[in-house]
């Protein structure tokens, strides 16, 4: 499919060197819908001499660390929404989605949010997209960064309030068919290009966090995205929902003087 002027995930970047870079929205899923770029992509990635990612996914293994996953406190979602709710949710999610909430009782409810997102698209795949562009850099030798810190991210995750995180999970658990298809019309529309929509999808289902979530990350995006182009000619891989809107990360780029144009190409 051939994208347009304004819904291209893949972008030239120039600055005052005259050095092409390129910006391109990812998605951390093993769905194989999300691949059908992957060789177009890559031979963009050949061009660079420094390929980022939205941190360094050789910090990755801290991931593992229950630590980071687990709720404050000692606290567990059931305590939080009280048995009676609790049991209801547990029900409904079982159901639904084939995970047994007791088993992620004291796990942040963010993390459990993005299970039940796995369960809805397809693992097809061995690794992430993300993971997947960052191991091909690897393979052919290029300088690895990543825009933000991990400690950055852990900060940021760190802000997100529980009372939020715990009444996204419970709204999902009241019509779980609609969650459902909003996942579906998240990866169609990331199929298409549409980065207006996976903006509004974002700046929408992030409601009162969107300025934590996405327009302070996006400033700090794109103030490093343009430190990295500096050092040298540079791909740079960042969720799509970032690129877009009047705070996205193209615009910022923009006012910074740097030169954005889309990448015209026809996906097969």
């Given amino acids: 499919m051939k994208t347009n002027s304004k819904q291209s995930l893949l972008w030239e970047l120039r600055d005052d060197s005259g050095s092409s870079s390129y910006l391109f929205g990812t998605m951390h899923v093993r769905d194989y819908r999300a691949f059908i770029y992957q060789d177009i992509i890559t031979s963009y990635i050949d061009e660079c001499k420094i390929f980022a990612t939205e941190f360094d996914l050789r910090e990755r293994d801290s991931l593992k660390s229950p630590n980071i996953s687990s709720m404050p406190d000692g606290s567990s979602l059931s305590e939080l929404l009280g048995d009676r709710k609790y049991q209801r949710l547990k029900k409904i999610i079982f159901k639904s989605f084939q995970i047994d909430l007791d088993l992620v ?11 039940l997102t796995e369960k809805i698209l397809t693992k097809s795949k061995s690794v992430p997209l993300d993971t997947f562009l960052w191991q ?5 030798r290029r300088d690895l960064r990543g825009v933000e810190t991990f400690q950055e991210q852990l900060v940021t ?21 609609r969650f459902r298809k909003q996942i579906i019309n998240l990866i169609n529309q990331y199929i298409n290009g549409d980065i207006n929509g996976l903006y509004k999808k974002s700046k929408k289902s992030l ?25 040298n000619t540079a791909f740079v891989a960042i969720g799509a929902g970032h690129l ?12 910074s003087g740097i030169r954005v144009k889309p990448v015209q190409v026809n996906f097969q």
Avoid at 157 to 177: E, H, R, T, W
């Fill in 136 to 140: 091909y850099a690897e393979n052919i």
């Fill in 244 to 255: 877009s809107g009047q705070k996205g990360v193209l615009r910022l780029l923009k006012k």
């Fill in 207 to 231: 409601g009162k966090q969107r300025k934590l979530l996405l327009y302070d990350r996006n400033i700090l995006m794109a103030e490093r995205i343009r430190l990295i182009m500096k050092a």
């Fill in 157 to 177: 995750l760190s802000k997100i309030p529980i009372k939020y995180q715990v009444k996204s999970l419970a709204d999902i658990g009241k019509n779980p068919k």
């Fill in 105 to 115: 009782n004291k796990v942040l409810p963010i993390f459990t949010i993005n299970m």
